[in-house]
């Protein structure tokens, strides 16, 4: 019996010791994430100021041998955006592995965002809009940081409450409404005449518009050059 209780303690602890020495052998999931994690903060900070890296941690059940070369994190393409990127890590010595790992960068910003639902179409005052911090990596249409660059804009559809104000939610109000009468400037040179005419449409500042001269009836297509003048030349 004590022979055997012996023969049992020796398989035990030679199990034990088998299992240690695999452990030790073990690349530290850790270090791997920390590779990575250093390699996307250090592309992070050549392109914005003041970056945030946060790593989806490895699967624990993960088994990689011991990395006796160094790890070396990679990229198979250039970290020029904030968002969600995915960044490789590897081992050359003893036994070559590569994981990749996804990580996310977040970039704060002032933005301008809506301070009160507005309806379709309204134009847009300083009590409409206020300042907020948010990441640009979740917007892909861009975002304003100037409230006075969007005052007086007009929005295409409605906006709730912080939403970010990109680009495309906004139009310049039209300042030249169809129907209505227009000085139609015609230029040549120096010399400019400047008759009546009737818009044709809808149209802002810069845009082109086809306009009727009320002395000749005919349609000619000029560019709104103010309310209610359009500039077209001969």
Known sequence: MYKLLCSVCFVLS???LTLTAQADNLQSLADVEHTAFTYTLAQAQTRFNNPQVSVTPL????RLQHCEKGLEAFSNRDIATAGNVTVGVRCQEPVAWTVYIPLQIKVMRPMVVIARPVSANHVLTKQDLRIEQHDIGKLRQGYMANIAAVV???VKYSLGLGTVIQKNHLRPLNIVKRGESIVLVASAGTMEVRMQGTAMSDASLGDRVRVKNLSSER???GVVDGPGVVRVTM
């Open 14 to 16: 030679a199990n034990l």
């Open 219 to 221: 349609v000619v297509e």
């Open 152 to 154: 007086g804009q007009q």
């Open 59 to 62: 699967d624990k059940r993960l």
